[in-house]
């Protein structure tokens, strides 16, 4: 690795998939038990809210039951030691990476722990089920959907993720498919931009011929072996 200052990384369901959270794509994978167009399109939300609902309450009530493991430890010592810029953008909507300690993620895709207002359009932290039509902290209506980023739906903060990654001197894709875009067009963007890339993943993705370097196993080996090597300890 030559000279590298500033850092992206992109995370996907395969960085939790050793804390308990089902991936979407693979054996018992979520979307192996629901359709898309069921549960995640503005669609469906108008159709059937409340089956849309349960789906992302339990999801919401899982996350009491994980913990972070040791790819979402070495990822935040990272953010902490790492003496130049870094960013973790997560298609996540997990909170296990603030969990283990990192601070500068972007989720992309939104969280399940937030709750959006339809009337207001305010933001709120959300721990419990929103099925029962809760009313909004900000404004009391009974309007707070997920706030979760839906097929068919612009994914949050792009420019702040285009501008990181013009500036990337490394690029690295861990626990993703590269099935969804526009996070599986990010690599061919840092290379453009001329950053080295670097994909760690249990198998093949759809993205892997677009990296410089491949590193196959589980997230919760090649993580931890790659921050040692980048911090050099
Ligand atoms: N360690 C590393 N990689 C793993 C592990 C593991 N323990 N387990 C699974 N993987 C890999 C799989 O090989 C797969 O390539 O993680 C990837 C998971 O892929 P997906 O299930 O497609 O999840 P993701 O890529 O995050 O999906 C992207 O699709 O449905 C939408 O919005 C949803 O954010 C999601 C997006
Ligand atoms: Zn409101």
Do not use: K
């Not at 009530?61 to 997560?90: F, Q």
């Not at 309007?143 to 839906?150: G, M, Q």
């Not at 285009?162 to 690599?187: K, M, W």
């Amino acid at each position: 690795m030559s000279a590298i200052a500033n850092i992206v990384i992109l995370t996907g369901a395969g960085v939790s998939a050793e804390s308990g959270l089902a991936t979407f794509r693979g054996p018992d994978g979520l979307w192996e038990g629901h359709r898309v167009e069921d549960v995640c399109t503005p669609e469906a939300f108008a159709r059937d809210a409340g089956f849309v609902h349960r789906f992302y309450d339990m999801r919401r009530a899982a996350l009491e039951t994980v913990a972070p493991n040791a790819a979402h430890e070495a990822l935040a010592r990272l953010d902490r030691e790492w003496p130049g810029e870094l960013l973790i953008v997560t298609q996540n909507v997990d909170d296990l990476h603030e969990r283990a300690g990192a601070s500068r993620v972007l989720h992309m895709h939104g969280e399940l722990r937030s709750a959006w207002c339809l009337d207001c359009d305010a933001r709120s932290g959300w721990t419990g089920p929103l099925g029962d039509a809760p009313e909004c902290p900000a404004c009391g209506a009974r309007a707070l959907r997920p706030d979760i980023v839906w097929f068919g739906e612009i994914p949050y903060q792009m420019e702040r993720i285009e501008a990181a990654l013009a500036r990337a001197d490394l690029f690295v894709s861990i626990g993703t498919s590269g099935a969804v875009y526009p996070a599986a067009g990010f690599v061919r963007a840092a290379r453009a931009y001329g950053a080295e890339t670097l994909e760690l993943n249990l198998e093949a993705s759809q993205g892997s011929f677009a990296f410089d370097e491949t590193r196959r196993g589980p997230a919760s080996v090649l993580v931890p072996e790659w921050v040692a090597e980048m911090l050099g300890a």
